[in-house]
């Protein structure tokens, strides 16, 4: 049986191969990406969810969910951000992407993760 594969896109390195190591202990194949432009460049970006830090390179991670929404990506998405705005908020619920507040302390990436997508 295969493990659900994770998308994950965040700019910053450091907090990327955590979040990686971190998933992939918890039993998700992830497979990371540092820039919109090699995530959305990509023919397929299906997997059991998507995980996105807002601030990124050129788009944010909004823009490159909907983006993807646009070519049939349905997947379940969250969006990690620190104190996001009323409109950040609205614009993720209407693009059907949980939000998930920085710091990411404990677990509660992981726990959210589990409640879309059970490893």
């Known amino acids: 049986m ?3 594969k994770i998308i994950l896109l965040d700019d910053d390195a ?6 990686t190591f971190s998933l992939e ?5 992830v497979e990371a990406f540092e820039t919109s432009e090699e995530l959305i460049t990509r023919p397929d970006a ?10 990124l390179d050129k788009l944010n991670g909004l823009d490159v969910l909907e983006t993807l929404r646009g ?3 349905a997947a379940p998405a969250i969006l990690i951000t620190s104190n996001p705005k009323p409109e950040v908020r609205a ?11 920085k710091p ?16």
């Open 2 to 4: 295969s493990s659900p």
């Open 14 to 19: 450091a907090l990327r191969q955590a979040l």
């Open 25 to 29: 202990i918890e039993g998700y194949e």
């Open 46 to 55: 299906e997997a059991a969810c998507l995980v996105f830090d807002y601030r």
């Open 71 to 73: 070519r049939g990506v």
């Open 91 to 101: 614009r993720a619920a209407r693009l059907q992407a949980a939000v998930v507040e």
């Open 104 to 119: 990411l302390l404990g677990d509660l990436l992981v726990a959210r993760l589990r409640e879309i997508v059970p490893a």
